[in-house]
């Protein structure tokens, strides 16, 4: 919810797509509704965000006087979000908990979400959410020598990945800060090795909070990268955050599709510590979803699977 009251910059732009939609929309039926704005994405998804006392029963069919075929992405119960997946067997005719009780957000798409349906984006992968052993993204590729730490071999990401990858890195060097590529895709085989040592080093409780036992490593997804640069000492630290390159990606990184699986203070949640450098694709439609809800991406994809099921 905090975050609603401060709709980012990046939604702002299209705004003046969505507003004058939205404000058709908005003052017949739910006067006291308040429409923030729309995401854009790559997928070419339009979404409304909304607030007040309107029971969203009332929002969802005042869009469909507007022509529009709204799909239902979120409310918020208990102060909280709520996604729902558009893969869950009731989307399409999906039904408010409670039509009574007015939510104080909705966030609602008026077009086909594509990356929605993305599986490998959003695949839940912590402590508890393993992947196979003999997984392997289909379509890695090298990354450019230019964007990687020298001497570490070559790194490799999927191929949707790597792109919004080099674009959000030329974006960050054009702004003044070099960030490079420290680990990207990493086999079931090497994060064997990854977590033996840290075991070695720190013991296993300690490794546990900084390092995924083989098979619960984003990494192996290939849409992972941890990206560090000269202020760190090109090594992966908290401080990383703090940097002027780390403040950067935190502002921007969802533009281009990355959002931080691990932010500051969520350990409880999502099992790991603060690292600001592991940065992982899912797309700019779930990155500007994730920004707009507040939730971890740890909540975000358990609440996408369960509503799947
Ligand atoms: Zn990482």
């Known amino acids: 919810m905090r975050r609603l009251g401060s709709v980012t910059l990046g939604l702002v732009l299209s705004l003046l797509v969505l507003t004058s939609a939205a404000a058709q929309v908005a003052p017949q039926p739910a006067p006291e509704a308040v429409f923030f704005g729309s995401v854009p994405t790559r997928g070419g998804v339009a979404l409304v965000a909304v607030t007040g006392e309107t029971p969203v029963t009332v929002l969802l069919d005042a869009l469909r006087d507007e022509g529009c075929e709204p799909e239902l992405l979120a409310v918020t119960i208990g102060g909280r979000f709520r996604l729902y997946s558009p893969d869950a067997p009731a989307f399409a005719n999906r ?47 090298a990354l450019p020598e230019q964007w990687t730490l020298p001497g570490l071999g070559s790194e490799r990401l999927t191929a949707e990945a790597a792109a919004a990858l080099e674009e959000m890195l030329q974006a960050a060097s054009d702004a003044g800060h070099e960030i490079v590529v420290r680990s990207a895709y990493r086999s079931y085989e090497e994060q064997v090795y990854t977590y033996q040592y840290w075991v070695d080093i720190l013991g296993a409780t300690e490794a546990d909070r900084r390092s995924a036992r ?74 500007s979803l994730l920004e707009f809800t507040g939730l971890t991406l740890t909540e975000y994809l358990g609440q996408l699977q369960s509503s799947s099921n």
């Open 214 to 287: 083989p098979g619960h490593s984003e990494h192996q997804l290939g849409t992972v990268v941890d990206l560090t640069n000269a202020e760190v000492g090109w090594d992966l630290l908290p401080e990383f955050g703090d940097t002027p390159g780390g403040q950067w990606l935190k502002e921007h990184a969802a533009e281009y599709g990355f959002v931080e699986s691990y932010p500051e203070g969520a350990e409880a949640i999502t099992g790991y510590l603060y690292e600001p450098w592991h940065l992982r694709y899912v797309g700019t439609y779930h990155a």
């Open 95 to 141: 039904e408010f908990p409670d039509p009574l009780v007015p939510p104080r957000a909705a966030i609602v798409s008026c077009s086909p979400a594509s990356q929605v349906r993305d599986a490998h984006l959003v695949q839940l992968v912590t402590k508890d959410h393993a992947l196979p052993a003999d997984f392997v993204p289909e379509d890695l590729v």
